[in-house]
Structures are given as C-alpha cells and as structure tokens.
C-alpha cells in the first residue's frame, strides 16, 4: 500500500490549505484513514481519522486543538483523503502524515510540510 500526501506549504496565520492523500488501493477496503502530525520535538499526534463501521457508517474524531478548524473527507471514487485545515495558527506548523488502518496493520504516508507564520 502506497499513501501519497500533498499540499503542504507556508501560509499565514488565519489562512488555509487542504491537503490530500492519494491511495493505490481503494480506500473503501481501509477500517481507518487519518491524518496525524508530528512538530519538532514532539511526540505524532493524531489530528483526526474517520472509521467505517458496518452498513457504510462513519464515524469522525478530531483532535480537541483542530475541532472546528479542520474537517476530514475522502472520495472513495477517487482514493483520495483529505484534510481542510482552515483558521491556521503557529501552533498547526508541523509535518503531516496520512494514515490508513486495514485490520491490524497500519500504512503510513511520507509526510508534508505544514508551516504558518504568525
């Protein structure tokens, strides 16, 4: 399984970017896709996943610092996942990961680069 993450780069505080994370498999066979990030010198943090339960339901769960700031989304046509990420602040500049969860093993992307100015 390859995750591809893009859409990353420097932009000002308030402003906003999405990101996109392009799958080679068909993202309807993952239980879980998210995002995570990870700052210098601190620990990857989740920033919000969507599971698929049964009879096509999804559940979405955001990390408290991004709840209504960023809004996760995929399609399923296309492979895609993506991360809106609007209200940025200083605190968002980190390098961000896509993640995708089939059963028990978990896929990672090769990151991008999320940096705001304030």
């Known amino acids: 399984v390859q995750l591809q993450a893009s859409g990353g780069g420097l932009v000002q505080a308030g402003g906003s970017l999405r990101l996109s994370c392009a799958a080679n498999?068909?993202?309807?066979?993952?239980?879980?896709v998210g995002w995570y990030r990870q700052a210098p010198g601190k620990q990857r943090e989740l920033v919000a996943d969507s599971s698929r339960r049964a009879s096509s339901v999804t559940y979405t769960n955001y990390a408290d610092s991004v709840k209504g700031r960023f809004t996760i989304s995929s399609d399923n046509a296309k492979n895609m996942v993506y991360l809106q990420m609007n209200s940025l602040e200083p605190e968002d500049t980190a390098v961000y990961y896509c993640t995708a969860r089939q059963g028990y093993v978990n896929y990672w992307g090769q990151g991008t680069q999320v940096t705001v100015s304030s």
């Open positions: 498999r068909r993202i309807l066979t993952f239980n879980v």
